[in-house]
């Protein structure tokens, strides 16, 4: 079992973090996908359902506890191989970042592997609620893996970045990323909330990222400095 580490990046550190002015808010990324494009991938993604109708979503973010009812039953446990989490898809210039400070949200990017739940959505009006699920995800097409379970091995569909796509970032250090996820602040609230929540739910689960622990670390020095001060953010 994970032992519950204590975070150095606090709500008080997070509630640094100034809102935009209205403003500054622009659009997230891939706001604009053309027309009938997630139409396309839902179907590409139907039409390989096995016999059963089942289809599995693996999740390692914010997918994992703000699903709405989308899915049925309970999650399961998993591991993937050949993909972790990171801050590689940007640039958020609305919902978690703005014009003057974009942000960085998370995706799955190569190598390595990643912690995380399986679920399984509603086979209850399927087709719409896969839909719905790829309406509020960026309009890259999701990717087929297979997430190693304590029953087995499952196929499911999983959010990841392609290196070839616009909304790829790439070759950033530790440090700027670092840099950008300390100021982004957009209508949903700052990154450092984000990555806050992130850790704080993958701990209850007894997930322990190490990439992500890294930064929350890096994010809260660059809080701790006095300059950091502003707008209080709910938390």
């Known amino acids: 079992m994970?032992?519950?580490?204590?975070?150095r990046l606090t709500p008080e550190l997070v509630a640094r973090v100034p809102f935009p002015p209205r403003h500054h808010l622009g659009a997230a990324p891939g706001s604009h996908a053309p027309e009938g494009q997630r139409e396309a991938n839902a179907a590409a993604i139907l039409a390989k359902l096995p016999p059963d109708r089942s289809l599995w979503v693996f999740t390692y973010g914010s997918l994992m506890w703000k699903h709405g009812r989308m899915f049925e039953g309970e999650p399961v446990p998993g591991i993937i191989r050949g993909w972790h989490r990171a801050f590689c898809l940007g640039w958020d210039r609305g919902v978690r970042g703005n014009k003057q400070s974009p942000g960085l949200m998370l995706s799955l990017d190569r190598g390595g592997q990643c912690q995380g739940l399986a679920f399984r959505i509603s086979r209850q009006h399927?087709?719409?609620?896969l839909l719905?699920?790829?309406?509020?995800e960026p309009p890259l097409p999701p990717r087929w893996v297979k997430v190693k379970t304590a029953s087995g091995v499952l196929d499911?569909?999983?959010?990841?970045n392609d290196r070839k796509s616009d909304l790829y970032v790439g070759g950033l250090t530790h440090e700027?990323?670092?840099?950008?996820?300390?100021?982004?602040?957009?209508?949903?609230?700052?990154?450092?909330?984000?990555?806050?929540?992130?850790?704080r739910h993958l701990q209850s689960l007894n997930i322990?990222?190490?990439?992500?622990?890294r930064m929350q670390d890096l994010v809260a020095a660059r809080l701790e400095a006095p300059a950091s001060t502003g707008t209080r953010l709910r938390f």
């Open 132 to 136: 719905s699920l790829l309406q509020r």
């Open 126 to 129: 399927l087709a719409d609620n």
């Open 156 to 160: 499911a569909i999983a959010f990841t």
């Open 2 to 7: 994970t032992t519950r580490r204590q975070m």
């Open 208 to 213: 322990h990222d190490r990439h992500l622990w």
């Open 176 to 199: 700027q990323i670092a840099d950008a996820l300390a100021k982004a602040c957009g209508r949903n609230g700052s990154m450092a909330e984000y990555l806050h929540n992130t850790i």
